[in-house]
C-alpha cells in the first residue's frame, strides 16, 4: 500500500454537516489522487494534486474541496454532505517515474 | 477526456479454467494501460501493465493484450485459483506527463471450487 494511511476508516455523518478525510503518504510522492467509488462506476477521480498547493479538479469534483499544504497530506473536504456523497472513498499516489497508483484502503462514509 | 468501458460486469468461472476481461478506451493518445485487483474490504492493487508499444504481456498466470488499433485490451487470467475471485477494474492514462488514470466500472470475478 505504499506507505497510505486513510483515516477515518469508517464515518457516518449528518446531511449538511462539513467532513474532511485525511490521507497521509510515507513515500514522497509527488502525485496524490482522491477517489470515489460506487457500484457501476468504478473509481472516479474527485481531485488531484500534482505538488504542495498545487491541485486541479477531477470528473466528479463538485461539493468537494482538496487542500495539500505538505507532501504528506491530502485532504478531502466535503462542505455539506449531501446523501448522493454517501460512498468509499480512496486516495492515491504516484511517485510519477510511472504511472503506476498506489492506493490505501479505503473511508466508507455514510450520510444520513 | 478518456472514456474507459469494460465487460463483462461480473464473470463466474470454475477453478482451473480461464477467465478474460475485455475494455475499450476511445482516447487514441492513451498510452498506459495498468489492471488493478480489489480484494473485499481493500484497496486496488497493481497486477499487470503494458504500454502502447507492446502487444502482450505476462506474468505467471494472468497476461494482458493490447489492440492499439482497435483501441481494446483485454486481461487473461489462465488456471484460475479461489484466490483469484475479486474485482477486476482496467484502467488507461491518456497522455505523457499526465499522471491521471480513468477506470472502467469493474468486473467481480468469482471462482467456483
Known amino acids: 500500500d505504499a506507505g497510505i494511511t486513510q483515516s477515518p476508516r469508517h464515518k457516518v455523518t449528518e446531511t449538511g454537516t462539513p467532513v474532511t478525510l485525511r490521507c497521509h503518504q510515507t513515500?514522497?510522492?509527488?502525485?496524490m489522487y482522491w477517489y470515489r467509488q460506487d457500484p457501476g462506476h468504478g473509481l472516479r477521480l474527485i481531485h488531484y494534486?500534482?505538488?504542495?498547493?498545487?491541485?486541479d479538479k477531477g470528473e466528479v469534483s463538485d461539493g468537494y474541496s482538496v487542500s495539500r499544504s505538505k507532501t504528506e497530506d491530502f485532504l478531502l473536504t466535503l462542505e455539506s454532505a449531501t446523501s448522493s456523497q454517501t460512498s468509499v472513498y480512496f486516495c492515491?499516489?504516484?511517485?510519477?517515474?510511472?504511472?503506476?497508483?498506489?492506493f490505501g484502503q479505503g473511508t466508507r462514509l455514510t450520510v444520513v | 477526456g478518456e472514456n474507459v468501458e469494460q465487460h463483462p460486469s461480473t464473470l463466474s468461472v470454475q477453478e482451473g479454467d480461464s477467465a478474460v476481461i475485455k475494455c475499450t478506451y476511445s482516447?487514441?493518445?492513451?498510452?498506459?494501460f495498468p489492471w488493478y485487483k480489489q480484494e473485499l474490504g481493500k484497496g486496488p492493487q497493481l497486477i499487470i501493465d503494458?504500454?502502447?508499444?507492446?502487444g502482450e504481456k505476462k506474468d505467471q498466470r494472468i497476461a494482458v493484450t493490447l489492440n492499439k488499433t482497435a483501441k481494446h485490451f483485454s486481461l487473461h487470467i489462465t488456471e484460475t485459483q479461489p484466490e483469484d475471485s475479486a474485482v477486476y477494474f482496467c484502467?488507461?492514462?491518456?497522455?505523457?506527463?499526465?499522471?491521471?488514470?480513468?477506470f472502467g466500472a469493474g468486473t467481480t470475478v468469482t471462482v467456483r471450487a
Open positions: 492515491a499516489t504516484n511517485g510519477g517515474e510511472s504511472a503506476e497508483a498506489f
Open positions: 513515500e514522497n510522492h509527488r502525485y
Open positions: 494534486s500534482y505538488g504542495v498547493k498545487d491541485t
Open positions: 482516447d487514441s493518445a492513451s498510452n498506459y
Open positions: 503494458i504500454r502502447s508499444n507492446v
Open positions: 484502467a488507461a492514462k491518456s497522455r505523457e506527463g499526465d499522471y491521471k488514470l480513468s
